[in-house]
């Protein structure tokens, strides 16, 4: 009880608070802004914290990780343009509400369900921290390889009806990821001799250009620009009144699940969290008819996911010493530059520490859920901008996005061509969300595919031998037959 008391004494200092703040509303511009996203802001803040005291120090990295998550939600509502790769779902269902002059509703939806989220995530990270990172232990390349696998089923969610040409974008997607250099070998491929094409091509530009740059190429030619006057959109936040809440209580502890237990393996991230809980969703949702025309149910289960990765992230970083993704690295050397030493005797010898942290982020999902909703206003007041003004200024900001995050001019031509791509496939009505989900997945899968026949010498056959990915493999061959078998149901029961 000591330990508690003296932890919420140290966050209720005035600098603390401050902190907490300070990030979370740098975190949530930063998420706003197309192609910048969490490892940027957290980059840009890391300087301060050098100086600073160890928990306000702490607080400032956790607001700025929480609040960049959620803000990438923001332009993916209003502009179908992802701030982040993980609000990438949230635009499935998100800007089609903006499209029907419910953008306000629509920014109520994913700010509660972060908030709730992200609050879900904080119980996990105390009460199962240490027990979910010795279960991560189990997971070996083989496991890995089984939760991708698991996780490219989502294509299936998001082909809008027409799965071939969903899986086509997905291949698509797998096929970009596999520029550059080999994993394993390190052998450029697929290179043609190109010096710019040998790091690979970038997640950001592609999805940059796919939804931002496709978006505003489609807008000024008029193909896909049915939504209400700019003065008919209604701005703000809007709460869902607790009427809508009834039968979607489900999706948002089922996400918040499958966020906490995603963001707590090594590797993963929101991005796969939000896909697999919006995948599911479209599954078990009474509403699935319903997706893809703005549907609430895809905003609580991706929204609720993306966020509860947010507090599990931390297990295997500050219990285990292990970053699962470039996000927890740097919040991990920001930790040991404040002489913490995360490993397995944290959570024994530093409990005060770990109490603080867990304060830290309820503060801060409360802050997010604050700032969220008053400055929602501001953030959709860009609905009232004439649209010739609006489409010049989004796409000098998505150019500078896209060149931002290596300061790479060719870059920007990724974008550029991504966003020409994302014109022609939108026009045939090809889905491109899969082709994210395959840039997104593919050194997943590729990497722990072929780990994992090292380990067992070449032969396939023996993934199936490993208990925890045989549950997945039949998880994912049954998620792709549930379509089937419940068309075979109903033939008959008639």
């Known amino acids: 009880m000591d330990l508690i008391v003296s932890a919420a004494t140290q966050i209720a200092t005035p600098l603390t608070l401050l902190a907490i703040i300070a990030g979370t509303l740098v975190g949530v511009i930063v998420g706003v802004l197309p192609g910048l996203g969490s490892v940027i802001g957290l980059t840009m803040v890391l300087p301060f914290t050098f100086s600073m005291p160890q928990i306000p120090a ?10 960049s998550v959620y803000g990438g939600s923001i332009t993916a509502i ?14 499935l269902e998100g800007f089609p509400m903006a499209q029907r002059g419910e953008a306000d509703l629509a920014i109520g939806w994913v700010t509660t369900s972060s908030t709730i989220g992200g609050l879900f995530s904080v119980l996990v990270f105390v009460l199962a921290g240490p027990s979910l990172a010795a279960f991560s232990l189990q997971f070996t390349p083989i496991e890995y390889f089984a939760l991708g696998l698991f996780a490219m089923t989502c294509i299936a969610g998001v082909s809008s ?18 520029v550059g250099n ?33 978006e505003m190429f489609m807008r000024v030619l008029t193909i896909d620009n049915d939504g209400p006057p700019p003065e008919q959109m209604r701005v703000g936040f809007r709460m869902p009144p607790l009427a809508a809440w009834k039968g979607r209580l489900g999706m948002l502890l089922r996400g918040s699940l499958i966020g906490s237990f995603v963001g707590a393996l090594p590797g993963t991230g ?31 289960a991706c929204e609720s996911a993306n966020n509860a990765v947010t507090g599990s992230a931390l297990v295997p970083t500050l219990s285990l010493g292990i970053p699962g993704d470039p996000v927890t690295a740097v919040m991990l050397g920001a930790l040991v530059v404040q002489g913490i030493a995360p490993g397995p005797q944290l959570f024994a010898n530093h409990l005060d520490l770990i109490y603080a942290i867990f304060f830290c982020l309820i503060i801060v999902n409360l802050a997010m859920f604050a700032i969220g909703a008053l400055g929602a206003s501001l953030f959709t007041r860009v609905l009232r901008i ?36 994302g014109v022609v496939l939108r026009h045939f009505r090809f889905p491109v969300a899969p082709i994210v989900i395959g840039m997104v997945l593919q050194p997943t899968i590729e990497m722990s595919l072929r780990q994992g026949l090292i380990l067992t010498h070449g032969n396939f056959w023996a993934f199936f031998e490993r208990p925890i990915a045989a549950i997945l493999f039949v998880i994912t061959a049954l998620t792709l037959c549930w379509p089937l078998l419940r068309k075979g149901y109903a033939r008959v029961k008639r």
């Open 78 to 91: 209003v502009l179908n343009t992802p701030g982040t790769p993980q609000s990438a779902a949230t635009a």
């Open 182 to 214: 080999d994993p394993v070998t390190g052998d450029l491929r697929f290179t043609f001799d190109s010096f710019q094409l040998s790091a690979g091509i970038g997640l950001i530009p592609v999805i940059v250009g796919l939804f931002a740059f496709s």
């Open 386 to 421: 004439p649209e010739p003004i609006l489409i010049g200024l989004i796409l000098i900001i998505a150019t500078v996005g896209a060149y931002g995050v290596n300061g790479n001019p060719f870059d920007v031509w990724v974008a550029f061509i991504a966003g020409v791509v």
């Open 270 to 300: 929101a991005a796969t969290s939000a896909f697999i809980a919006y995948s599911e969703a479209r599954r078990a949702s009474k509403r699935k008819d319903n997706f893809g025309k703005g549907e609430p149910d895809g905003l609580v």
């Open 161 to 178: 009806g027409n799965l071939l040409k969903g899986l086509a974008a997905g291949a698509l997607g797998v096929l970009l990821a596999t």
């Open 58 to 67: 702490i607080a400032l990295m956790l607001g700025v990780y929480c609040g």
